[in-house]
């Protein structure tokens, strides 16, 4: 965390003071790291769900474009920066004990949000299968918007 990012937010006060002030002094886990649920602006509909450290939810709030933390590479993960599909902020909210963050945006490009080309991370539906075991089942109306080879190479 950069020194800006921790002079940025307020240490967590009270319960009453995070569930009823209007400081933003959000509570990142042990870890350094919140949930951030990523919904569309326009309808609602929940594209991701990723983290964030106090970096990435300063430069979010003071650029407009949603950054997040990867836990897999270890870095900031400017949303879109490959793939052209940034997700511009329209509102941040934090839930009642400010230990998570739902963005509403607007995704630029094709509107892809999942790195499998899809608007959606959650183009699976769980259902039970004749057997009465679960199995996922693609929802037909998330089809691939790119193909996620020809934009992020071979993986």
Same mark, same amino acid.
């Given at each position: 965390?950069? %020194?800006? #990012?921790?002079?940025?937010?307020?240490?967590?006060?009270?319960?009453?003071?995070?569930?009823?002030?209007?400081?933003?002094?959000?509570?990142?886990?042990? /870890?350094?790291?919140? +949930?951030?649920? +990523? &919904? %569309?602006?326009?309808?609602?509909?929940?594209?991701?769900?990723?983290?964030?450290?106090?970096?990435?939810?300063?430069?979010?709030?003071?650029?407009?474009?949603?950054? $997040?933390?990867?836990? #897999? @590479?270890?870095?900031?993960?400017? =949303?879109?920066? +490959?793939?052209?599909?940034?997700?511009?902020?329209?509102?941040?909210?934090? !839930?009642? !004990?400010? /230990?998570? &963050?739902?963005?509403?945006?607007?995704?630029?490009? !094709?509107?892809?949000?999942?790195? +499998?080309? @899809? @608007? #959606?991370?959650? $183009?699976?539906?769980?259902?039970?299968? /004749? !057997?009465? =075991?679960? @199995?996922?089942?693609? %929802?037909?109306?998330?089809?691939?918007?790119? %193909?996620?080879?020809?934009? $992020?190479?071979? =993986?």
């Amino acid at each position: 965390m950069t %020194d800006a #990012s921790s002079d940025f937010f307020a240490t967590p006060g009270s319960k009453s003071e995070l569930e009823a002030g209007d400081v933003l002094s959000p509570r990142f886990s042990a /870890d350094g790291l919140i +949930t951030a649920v +990523t &919904v %569309d602006a326009s309808d609602g509909t929940v594209l991701m769900v990723a983290h964030m450290n106090a970096e990435t939810l300063r430069l979010t709030i003071e650029t407009g474009i949603a950054h $997040y933390w990867s836990r #897999s @590479r270890q870095s900031i993960w400017k =949303k879109g920066e +490959t793939s052209g599909n940034m997700q511009a902020i329209r509102e941040i909210r934090v !839930d009642c !004990d400010q /230990d998570c &963050v739902l963005l509403k945006v607007e995704t630029a490009g !094709d509107g892809a949000n999942c790195h +499998t080309g @899809r @608007r #959606s991370c959650f $183009y699976r539906i769980v259902a039970t299968g /004749d !057997d009465g =075991k679960p @199995r996922l089942v693609l %929802d037909e109306a998330d089809a691939p918007r790119f %193909d996620p080879q020809s934009v $992020y190479g071979q =993986k």
